[in-house]
């Protein structure tokens, strides 16, 4: 019974946070909104891995969260502002509707396909991917597909924890996301690098 | 000593520091190049666990190297694999002194090699997508400009590239299952699945191909050749693994049916792009993509079949894509960075040996017999013919589109006007060490492109043998796929 509570939580947790990434403009919530979604990941996991391993990947998504936000907040400085678009606001609740509806009816079918993936992780690894793919498909901007891929991964691995204990994957899988926030936040600062011929 | 540490650590920590060295001018090239042809001479000549005297001292290199719980095992029969690997290495840090690329790229390629090389020694094999997931990581550096926002080929090369990751790894922990119960038709199926769509991801597989062309129009075709070249590569190796592996996908008759289904359509669609493509870089990214459809087909064929047309395909396509991005190289530089063929015209009286390389390049590609692609090209089409013929004629058509897009460019190349007079504006393109601007007659190195890199498409056309008689040694790599 407290096991389920937890996963409701988490998995509340997850939504907000998700739709904090897809429907916010400002940088800063979506930013702390994945400093979150790492925190709601790393419970998730804690329920296949032990605590050493687990907090692995909360540190990698922290350190991840960590560089995007510092390197944001220099490239905000320096005078690029992202767009808004409000017209797209109800379009990106709607598709976010629809997708956390296609989780609903998906993941409970998951535990039984992947046993050891209980119905929580189901849910909130789907939910990451979907609203991650969201993300990717509705934006072409750096930091929006970057905050999907991030997303994508993380869902992912709440799925693949329960499958798959292994230190190197552990440690491969953090090197990925922080591979992904340095590329992110490399190509944040390249328009603005001086040309070097 | 470990073969890890000599292929995959060795590599790495050379590739860093070629990074900090990246301002010591091209000849940093040359040495990156020599440091490669040794790692191929050791992977030619000297055995893997077996000891040798050298003096007073005794080597042995061990096969195994295990970090963090996992082995990376090179074996010996895999020599001629990782000698490969270096060697198509070694030529294309040489070709670097000619193309001059950004100075990162000596440093970086190191790294992606040492990467892909882990990837391919990797215990469980599985974990070879993230380590090709890491080295797609490591290349974005080189195929963004400083000054310029990246490109949206850019971001879909990382998006789908990455997006393999997932699909394999959880094919992984599926075939644990598989194994276990091989009747159970379900599971097999979604192995099956996830496996399908981990390398249609992996490999850029129509209709996720679509980051090719872009990258090839926004990079430096240098640096997408490479890339591209690799990657596919290690990827289509990724993939026999697979079948030397597991029984049930040996002897699943549909998987075979199907890429020969894939295959042929991607390289029909490849081909036909190339054709109509007015940019020189698409030109090369839709070829790419016709390669990647013969792969596929070579991967159908099954068996040790499968094995030497992979390799001989792999070994035509490096030499052909060094001579093509090579020559594309200079032409970026000449045409600012343009590559639209009609504005090849103006600088085709200057440049006539890379466009000459260029189009003896895509012939190669395209199975044009005398040339380096003919042999396992003629070899692929005609077993594939024999499974159907249906792929085989698409193959066909793919091929016809190759060499239309070559004959586009024999068309410049006959409206030459000899005594036009060159403008003085002119960009430089394959400058000396004294950077003067020089026509290809002028210039040595456009002699050494045409003289060596043509020579070879050439002479490999000509003596097929000479160049391809060996790839039964690769078969000891695929020890379950060989007769």
Do not use: C
Request: glycine share 10%; net charge neutral.
């Amino acid at each position: 019974m407290q096991t389920e509570i937890v996963e409701f939580v988490i998995s509340t947790l997850l939504l907000g946070t998700a739709l904090t990434l897809l429907v916010m403009q400002d940088w800063r919530w979506r930013v702390t909104a994945l400093a979150l979604q790492y925190l709601g990941a790393f419970v998730l996991v804690l329920q296949s891995w032990p605590l050493e391993l687990a907090a692995v990947k909360l540190v990698a998504g922290w350190m991840a969260v960590t560089v995007l936000g510092f390197t944001r907040q220099g490239v905000e400085k320096s005078g690029t502002k992202e767009m808004l678009v409000p017209t797209g606001l109800l379009f990106r609740v709607l598709s976010a509707a629809l997708v956390v509806t296609v989780v609903f009816a998906v993941a409970p079918g998951l535990p039984a396909w992947a046993a050891p993936i209980s119905t929580g992780q189901a849910w909130g690894g789907l939910l990451l991917i979907g609203m991650g793919l969201l993300n990717l498909g509705l934006s072409s901007r750096i930091l929006t597909s970057i905050f999907g891929l991030l997303s994508v991964f993380s869902g992912f691995e709440i799925l693949y924890a329960a499958v798959e204990a292994s230190t190197l994957v552990a440690g491969l899988l953090a090197v990925i996301n922080l591979g992904i926030a340095l590329v992110g936040a490399y190509l944040l600062v390249i328009p603005q690098m001086e040309r070097v011929e | 000593m470990s073969a890890a540490l000599i292929w995959i650590i060795l590599p790495g920590i050379a590739g860093l520091l070629m990074i900090l060295l990246r301002n010591s001018g091209p000849r940093l090239f040359l040495v990156s190049a020599v440091f490669s042809l040794v790692l191929t001479w050791i992977a030619w000549q000297i055995p893997i666990d077996s000891a040798m005297q050298l003096g007073p001292a005794t080597l042995k290199i061990s096969s195994t190297l295990t970090i963090l719980g996992r082995d990376f095992t090179i074996l010996d029969n895999e020599r001629p694999m990782i000698g490969l690997i270096f060697l198509s290495a070694t030529l294309w840090q040489l070709g670097g002194y000619l193309a001059r690329p950004t100075p990162l790229f000596i440093g970086i390629s190191h790294i992606i090699v040492a990467l892909l090389v882990a990837a391919l020694s990797v215990e469980p094999f599985l974990y070879a997508a993230m380590l090709i997931g890491i080295a797609v990581l490591v290349s974005v550096p080189l195929l963004s400009s400083p000054g310029k926002p990246p490109g949206a080929g850019l971001l879909r090369f990382i998006t789908f590239q990455l997006f393999g990751i997932p699909f394999i790894l959880f094919v992984g922990w599926l075939l644990t299952g598989v194994e276990a119960s091989p009747g159970n038709v379900s599971l097999v199926l979604r192995a099956g699945i996830l496996l399908g769509l981990g390398f249609v991801f992996l490999l850029a597989v129509f209709p996720f191909h679509s980051w090719i062309p872009m990258l090839a129009r926004e990079g430096h075709p240098y640096i997408v050749g490479f890339l591209l070249l690799f990657l596919s590569s290690v990827v289509s190796l990724f993939a026999l693994s697979f079948f030397d592996r597991f029984v049930w996908l040996r002897e699943t008759e549909l998987v075979f049916q199907l890429l020969i289904a894939v295959g042929a359509l991607v390289s029909l669609l490849g081909g036909t792009w190339v054709a109509v493509q007015n940019h020189l870089g698409r030109q090369m990214g839709y070829a790419i993509v016709y390669e990647i459809g013969l792969l596929l087909m070579a991967l159908g064929l099954a068996g040790h079949q499968s094995v030497q047309l992979t390799f001989g395909l792999i070994i035509a396509r490096s030499i052909a894509l060094l001579i093509w991005a090579i020559a594309l190289s200079g032409l970026w530089q000449a045409t600012d960075k343009s590559l639209i063929i009609g504005d090849l015209k103006r600088k085709a009286t200057k440049h006539p040996f890379l466009l000459s390389g260029l189009v003896l390049a895509m012939f190669s590609f395209g199975g044009l017999p005398l040339t380096a692609g003919f042999a396992p090209k003629y070899a692929l089409l005609i077993s594939v013919w024999v499974h159907s013929p249906l792929a085989g004629a698409a193959t066909l058509i793919g091929s016809v589109g190759l060499v239309i897009g070559g004959l586009r460019i024999v068309f410049v190349l006959s409206s030459l006007q000899l005594l036009e007079q060159t403008s003085a504006s002119d960009e430089p393109i394959l400058q000396d060490s004294s950077n003067e601007l020089l026509s290809d007659i002028e210039n040595p190195f456009a002699w050494l492109y045409l003289v060596v890199g043509g020579g070879l498409i050439v002479l490999i056309g000509l003596f097929p043998q000479l160049f391809f008689g060996n790839l039964a040694s690769f078969l000891s790599v695929f020890s379950q796929l060989s007769p």
